[in-house]
């Protein structure tokens, strides 16, 4: 039976998983450790590693309308009118990165505003600039560049960037 992706309503993912296991469904939901702050204190919990989707294993022709209905399940990712069936190989990519504890390096990198960086991938490579911020939750960096005599944002993933040290001290 294929695996398909299934996506649902935010923050339903262990709903969606819990009902479909009732129902009798293989489910899978990637899982990554996330900090949690509550006042000064810091915890860890679990949230889903694709936010709003889950993996489930079934005969689409079969099982499609006894699982569209569950609450919180939003529609199976399709293309046009067919199912986009997951492969195993790339599911087991995503348990072998569970199993490793690769997950914790998925962390977002937090940028400090003024920090000087270079652009190391993508059609910007070798650009230098500024960070200016760091967007939602630090998943993406604003950084100011220098383009024809004239400061230019671009929003990018903090993996494309580089920290340049400080010149004269700074």
Do not use: H
């Not at 046009?80 to 069936?85: D, E, K, Q, S």
């Amino acid at each position: 039976m294929p695996w398909y992706a299934i996506q649902t309503k935010p923050n339903k993912e262990r709903a969606v998983q819990a009902s479909l296991d009732q129902a009798g469904f293989e489910v899978y939901c990637p899982q990554l450790r996330r900090p949690l702050r509550r006042g000064d204190r810091r915890s860890w919990r679990d949230a889903a590693l694709f936010p709003g989707y889950l993996f489930a294993r079934f005969e689409f022709d079969l099982d499609y309308s006894r699982l569209r209905w569950q609450p919180g399940l939003v529609r199976v990712v399709m293309s046009g009118a067919t199912p986009l069936a997951v492969s195993e190989a790339m599911l087991a990519s995503v348990r072998q990165i569970e199993k490793e504890g690769i997950r914790q390096l998925l962390r977002p990198v937090r940028w400090k505003p003024g920090s000087r960086v270079r652009v190391v991938q993508g059609p910007f490579a070798g650009f230098e600039g500024r960070v200016s911020m760091t967007l939602r939750g630090g998943d993406r960096v604003r950084i100011l560049l220098e383009l024809f005599r004239r400061q230019a944002a671009l929003e990018c993933d903090p993996g494309l960037l580089q920290p340049l040290a400080s010149v004269g001290g700074r």
